[in-house]
């Protein structure tokens, strides 16, 4: 028997399930979803063919090494190695593979200059900014969201729970409105989309509220909540219970979840 995560397959449901389902058509672009590199796939309309992999169970397929000794090597290495570390999102893009959501979300604007909006601003400077604020969700938003979810004792979550708020209150001291750079919506908003759409889970477990952190935090959040491309990949509520329930009790075997346990930097 593998590790016990392996057992969650999470699925689509509700509004995500509709958009996986409107993506399944074969397209130059195959898509291993997760929810940063998804939005943005959605926020620009670029076509992608949607595939389901359960990133809790390394599939061969997608390890590659294991794929590539498995088909005798005739496989190429780029495409065999779809995520060598095994996480998702990942990308396969004529024949080619790409891993790391913020990667993968530069890759897009990149390789696809003519669909908008263009989610990083087009000033330099502008982008420079973008990609400091990129750098902080990264550093401190998800890693202490993280903490607050797995930190059992009530002290150690009152830690963790100011750390977010403070990582939070940083941005939202940033934040022009109604989204970070004013009326654009941009790859910041698309990055800290999914720890708004998940904070009723620390709300509901770990004393978290959105008004600890500032008002205009809460109207960012609720503006964040209203967008289009959010709204198409959530999944209903219930269908996260069963996973995040192992992250509350510290549980989780995924690679975040050790690596926290661990007290090392989340891959
Ligand atoms: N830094 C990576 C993190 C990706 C990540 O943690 N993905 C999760 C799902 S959202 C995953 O694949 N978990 C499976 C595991 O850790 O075993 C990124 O931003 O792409």
Not at 2 to 25: C, L, M, N, S, Y
Request: proline share 6%; charged share 30%; net charge negative.
């Amino acid at each position: 028997m593998g590790i016990p995560d392996e057992q969650i397959f999470p699925h689509a449901t509700g509004a995500a399930e509709k958009t996986v389902a409107d993506h399944q058509e074969p397209q130059e672009l195959v898509f291993y979803s997760g929810w940063r590199a998804w939005i943005a796939l959605e926020e620009k309309g670029i076509p992608y063919q949607y595939k389901e992999v359960n990133p809790y169970k390394k599939e061969a397929h997608f390890l590659g090494k294991a794929f590539s000794e498995l088909s005798g090597g005739i496989c190429s290495n780029s495409l065999a190695a779809i995520n060598p570390k095994g996480l998702v999102p990942a990308i396969e893009y004529k024949g080619k593979a790409l891993y790391e959501s913020l990667i993968i979300c530069e890759f897009f604007e990149d390789a696809y200059p003519s669909y908008k909006p263009n989610l990083l601003p087009l000033d330099p400077f502008d982008r420079a900014i973008a990609r400091i604020w990129l750098d902080h969700i990264s550093k401190a938003v998800v890693p202490s969201f993280h903490r607050i979810l797995q930190a059992q004792d009530v002290e150690k979550q009152a830690v963790a729970r100011e750390e977010l708020n403070e990582a939070f209150r940083k941005v939202a001291k940033e934040v022009k409105g109604p989204y970070f750079f004013g009326l654009e919506f941009s790859l910041v908003d698309v990055a800290i989309a999914p720890w708004i759409t998940r904070d009723y889970i620390i709300e509901e477990n770990r004393g978290y509220k959105r008004s600890d952190v500032s008002d205009v935090w809460v109207a960012y959040t609720e503006e964040v909540l209203k967008r289009d491309s959010v709204i198409k990949t959530i999944s209903l509520k219930e269908h996260y219970a069963e996973i995040y329930g192992r992250y509350l009790r510290d549980e989780a075997q995924s690679e975040a979840a050790k690596a926290i346990r661990a007290g090392r930097v989340i891959p």
